[in-house]
């Protein structure tokens, strides 16, 4: 899971705290949106190359759409 904002009253904070949850040896990456979207954009690339998942779950619209792109990208 990639999530962004580290809010746990979010809704962004509960899609994560669900996501492990349901999925306790899931691995959680947070890429902060306090970083630019350049920064974010590497981020998201080295978690993907290095991680190479089979899917992808994403915890707000925002990273989720700069991951969709990234994806798009790289095929």
Known sequence: MITGNDNTDSPT???ALGFSFQIPEGKVFK???SL???RREMEIKS???TNKPD???ISDD???ILTMKIVKNST
């Open 13 to 15: 904070g509960l899609r």
């Open 31 to 33: 890429v902060p949106n």
């Open 36 to 38: 630019s979207t350049i």
């Open 47 to 49: 978690i993907i190359s």
């Open 55 to 57: 899917g992808i779950f």
């Open 62 to 64: 925002l990273t989720a």
